[in-house]
């Protein structure tokens, strides 16, 4: 059964960065595209950035870009998520999602918040 879970959330100050992971397991099948969601609370599931593992092709947010950086897909189904210059606004569960064989697994989510 294939799992996801998404590590590397924390509390930081305005400005610092953060590294999130996030690794898809319990399948013999390669992750074929990645995305990051984020959840605050009382808000909608947002879409943060998202990788196309084919094509390296990458989408982001206008929130985030030019803060975040989605990583390529390594062999291990590891992907990344960098996250510079946070905003108090940026503090969030942050999701992602694999997905293997045309369907998609979720994580429980990680963290973050920004927070002087």
């Known amino acids: 059964q294939v799992q996801v879970v998404e590590s590397g959330g924390g509390l930081v100050q305005p400005g610092e960065s953060l590294r999130l992971s996030c690794a898809a397991s319990g399948s013999t099948l390669r992750v074929s595209n990645m995305a990051w969601y984020r959840q605050a609370p009382g808000n909608r599931r947002e879409f943060v950035a998202a990788?196309?593992?084919?094509?390296?092709?990458?989408s982001y947010a206008d929130s985030v870009k030019g803060r975040f950086t989605i990583s390529s897909i390594a062999a291990n189904n590891t992907g990344y998520l960098t996250m510079n210059n946070l905003k108090p606004e940026d503090t969030a569960v942050y999701l992602c999602v694999a997905e293997l064989d045309y369907r998609n697994y979720w994580g429980q989510g990680t963290q973050v918040t920004v927070s002087s």
């Open positions: 990788i196309v593992g084919s094509t390296g092709a990458l």
